[in-house]
């Protein structure tokens, strides 16, 4: 729960990157305005770019040239959906989150532990590629980073295209879902910033990381790219399924539990029955038991 002046000031410190890690993600977004009347939304919109901030507070001037704070957090989609307000629509700030929802599925008991051997493995692969990068990083005579720039060999630069252009006609169909269309845009700044740590993590341990990215390199950030598209319609039709059956509960508050899952099972036979269920107050058994009847 850091200010952005503390987080400006840190980054200051700290050139290369400060990650910001929130259990909540909605307390995050309700207290955007809470120091400074607003002014940090544009401020998130920006560093996700890149592009360099100036701040100027009471408390004194700030500057970062090349910003970047990579941000991990846990939301509720129900929560998600009430950060759809139309003034965060028409700014894109949802489009930058990158979304992953698992199905709800509770696992047996599972006496399998994961090997000692593995997670030293992992845990060494880390800090491999951690010291690594650092080796990597230079600065000039004015303790400024130098961007180490890697390009795409002919290859890569031909599946990039292919890849850009299928998202540009899915933006262009009449058949894609509104809000898909204004997250795709999104997907073609990260699919490159994909590919970099692609890259990275798998050329690292060469004595020299190679200066070039390949076509496969290309094709497994479009992959992971394809992933959270499909999480973010997953939940996008989950926060809606929600606010529709919370609607009609709202709107029918006289009738009892039964009269009112009659009326949604009239609107929508492929009802969600566990959303159902929980905000009706009952178990899905009853709801099956009233299914019967409708």
């Not at 995050?28 to 607003?38: D, I, T």
Request: hydrophobic share 35%.
């Amino acid at each position: 729960d850091i200010t952005i002046e503390a987080l400006v000031n840190l980054h200051s410190v700290n050139q290369n990157a400060v990650g910001m890690y929130r259990e909540e993600l909605d307390g995050w977004v309700k207290n955007m305005s809470r120091y400074s009347n607003g002014s940090d939304l544009p401020f998130w919109l920006t560093t996700w770019s890149g592009k360099s901030v100036s701040m100027n507070r009471k408390s004194g001037n700030s500057y970062l040239s090349k910003p970047f704070i990579p941000i991990l957090g846990g939301v509720q989609p129900a929560i998600l959906e009430s950060f759809s307000t139309e003034e965060n629509k028409s700014n894109g700030f949802l489009d930058r989150i990158l979304l992953c929802c698992p199905e709800i599925k509770i696992e047996m008991y599972n006496s399998k532990e994961m090997s000692y051997e593995s997670i030293a493995y992992y845990d060494s692969w880390v800090k491999k590629l951690n010291n690594s990068l650092k080796m990597e990083m230079k600065t000039d005579e004015n303790d400024e980073i130098i961007p180490n720039i890697f390009k795409l060999d002919e290859q890569a630069k031909y599946e990039w295209e292919k890849v850009y252009n299928e998202i540009s006609i899915m933006q262009n169909s009449d058949d894609e879902n509104e809000y898909m269309k204004s997250m795709l845009p999104k997907q073609k700044s990260y699919i490159p910033r994909f590919a970099l740590l692609i890259h990275l993590m798998n050329e690292f341990e060469k004595a020299v990381i190679p200066e070039y990215l390949t076509k496969e390199t290309i094709l497994k950030a479009y992959e992971l790219s394809k992933y959270f598209i499909k999480q973010a319609q997953k939940v996008k039709v989950s926060a809606s399924e929600t606010k529709s059956i919370s609607s009609i509960v709202t709107n029918n508050k006289e009738l009892t539990p039964k009269e009112i899952f009659s009326i949604m099972v009239a609107k929508n036979e492929k009802i969600n029955y566990t959303k159902t269920a929980e905000i009706l107050g009952v178990t899905r058994a009853t709801l099956y038991n009233w299914a019967k009847n409708v």
